[in-house]
């Protein structure tokens, strides 16, 4: 498995800062989700396109990769599928160039499920992304995540695209976070579409609220889904998503990423 933390996690750093970061401390990869100040990927700065060269170059010296372009394409939004479909296949083109595998895109908008979403419409707007990416190295990633996060409907919902260019983001806090599912049960229904891994940790207070904690000071049963996941041989990216950005309360970004690199490393010892 690589290793890899989200930039969601470091909202005030610079593109230099977030690769010395992942290069000191032994990360195999970064995922884009926000730079700085600027959170759509194709308007950051750094991935204009003639400066993409330089940058696929300085990732090769530092042996580091990027390894999921993470969007807000929102499919299930039909007041704005157009805007939703052209930024999505901004993505897809802006993947293509820097040679990244994945984009997320998403069929509900908050990880807490809430809304009457059209599955049979979130499905036609991914059949026409994954069309899009179809002459490219990209993979499109629906996410478990909102309604989603229910994994009998996720499956229901790939099956219905039926396209190799698409696969699953297993988060696998939203699924036993608001559906209650184990790793067991998630991973038993999804493990053929499943191509890449988010995991944070949280608890529910006293108050019924949900708090964020560093891994391993959680409940979230992170090291099943990650035995369950090395026992078949999974090579991908697990992902850390600390969401700093939208909780800017959150314990800061260099102790966060070291302590979780750390605790992966262990875990991946003893399983």
């Given amino acids: 498995m690589k290793l890899a933390f989200s930039t969601l996690?470091?909202?005030?750093?610079?593109?230099?800062?977030?690769?010395?970061?992942?290069?000191?401390?032994?990360?195999?990869?970064?995922?884009?989700?926000?730079?700085?100040?600027?959170?759509?990927?194709?308007?950051?700065?750094v991935f204009a396109p003639e400066r993409i060269p330089d940058v696929k170059k300085k990732l090769e010296r530092m042996r580091l990769r990027l390894s999921c372009l993470t969007s807000a394409c929102y499919l299930f939004d039909k007041d704005n599928i157009e805007k939703t479909l052209a930024e999505g296949k901004e993505y897809i083109s802006l993947a293509a160039a820097l040679g990244i595998p994945f984009v997320r895109v998403l069929g509900d908008r908050n990880p807490e499920p809430g809304g009457d979403i059209d599955d049979a419409f979130v499905a036609d707007a991914l059949?026409?992304?994954?069309?899009?990416?179809?002459?490219?190295d990209v993979t499109v990633l629906i996410e478990t995540n909102g309604v989603f996060a229910e994994s009998?409907?996720?499956?229901?919902?790939?099956?219905?695209?039926?396209?190799?260019?698409?696969?699953?983001?297993?988060?696998?806090?939203?699924?036993?976070?608001?559906?209650?599912?184990?790793?067991?049960?998630?991973?038993?229904?999804?493990?053929?579409?499943?191509?890449?891994l988010h995991v944070k940790d949280s608890v529910m207070t006293?108050?019924?609220?949900?708090?964020y904690r560093m891994m391993g000071y959680g409940d979230l049963p992170v090291p099943e889904a990650i035995k369950l996941l090395k026992a078949?041989?999974?090579?991908?990216?697990?992902?850390?998503?600390?969401?700093?950005?939208?909780?800017?309360?959150?314990?800061?970004?260099g102790v966060v990423f070291l302590q979780y690199i750390s605790y992966m490393r262990r875990l991946l010892r003893r399983l």
Wanted: net charge negative; with cysteine.
């Fill in 152 to 196: 009998a409907r996720l499956l229901r919902l790939v099956e219905a695209v039926n396209d190799p260019k698409l696969g699953v983001l297993w988060d696998v806090h939203h699924p036993f976070r608001f559906f209650g599912e184990t790793p067991e049960q998630t991973y038993g229904l999804l493990k053929e579409h499943i191509r890449y």
């Fill in 206 to 211: 006293e108050e019924g609220k949900l708090k």
């Fill in 127 to 136: 059949k026409q992304l994954c069309v899009f990416a179809r002459d490219t």
């Fill in 232 to 253: 078949d041989g999974f090579s991908g990216y697990v992902t850390l998503e600390w969401v700093k950005r939208w909780y800017s309360e959150l314990e800061e970004p």
């Fill in 9 to 45: 996690g470091c909202p005030d750093w610079s593109w230099e800062e977030i690769l010395a970061t992942a290069k000191d401390m032994g990360f195999d990869a970064v995922e884009i989700r926000g730079i700085a100040k600027e959170i759509y990927a194709p308007a950051i700065p």
